[in-house]
């Protein structure tokens, strides 16, 4: 067990870092065909998209996002420390915990937001500079007509051919979600001038404001 964990922090100290670029691209998906049909209070759904820090960095200034939590989606809670995620040993995927006014914006929006500007829906288990499983890109609904939007839109961005490479995004049933430790929460606000930010982070932020000005608050949502 003491190699596992020195191993792990080895692991974790290149996570979430500067590295050579694959090839990500931000594509203006389709709008939804099968828009969400959600009413009442807030709703919540999950992402996972590669680091957490430029998912929650993103849908933190969407207007409707009430909040955005870095956290950890599946695995056990035990396990649910960034040292021991970050190596690849856990089932966890690093993953963002967004509640919004469905009245603001809707569930489909945010999913078209998602594969536009967040996450390559080409990469498997990596996004950018991060690689491994705990980095995979996958709609995780919370709700049954958040399962029936999801799955629409995956297939329509298939049908869509806007993306050069095969979509091999997915879909994850709903797990335990345990929020990160303080310090990976509002990164994005509170380290701009992180290499790893300006690099990757920054640019997603500015591609929402520019494809999708109408949902881009210049506020950050904290928390």
């Keep these: 067990m003491r190699a596992l964990l020195v191993l792990a922090g080895a692991l974790a100290i290149v996570a979430c ?18 828009v969400a049909r959600e009413t009442g209070p ?4 999950i992402f996972a998209g590669g680091c957490f820090w430029g998912v929650e960095g993103v849908f933190s200034h969407v207007r409707g996002v009430k909040s955005a939590v870095s956290g950890y989606h599946g695995g056990t809670e035990r396990q649910a420390r960034y040292e ?20 603001l914006v809707r569930y489909d929006e945010l999913v078209r937001i998602f594969f ?20 995979r890109t996958a709609l995780i609904p919370t709700s049954a007509e958040q399962l029936e939007v999801a799955r629409a839109y995956l297939a329509q961005m298939e049908r869509s051919g806007l993306w050069q490479r095969p979509i091999v995004a997915g879909i994850e049933r709903a797990q335990a979600f345990f929020p990160a430790e303080s310090r990976h929460q509002d990164f994005v606000a509170r380290n701009p001038g992180h290499s790893y930010v300006e690099r990757w982070d920054a640019p997603k932020v500015a591609a929402l404001a520019r494809l999708y000005p109408a949902h881009y608050s210049a506020a950050f949502q904290r928390g």
């Design 42 to 45: 807030l709703k919540t759904a």
């Design 116 to 135: 536009s500007v967040v996450a390559d829906p080409t990469q498997r288990n990596r996004q950018g500079p991060d690689v491994g499983a705990h980095y």
């Design 84 to 103: 021991l995620v970050a190596s690849g040993v856990t089932d966890h995927a690093e993953a963002v915990r967004v509640t919004y006014d469905p009245a």
């Design 17 to 34: 870092q500067p590295a050579p670029d694959p090839g990500e691209t931000i594509v203006a998906g389709p709008a939804a065909e099968r």
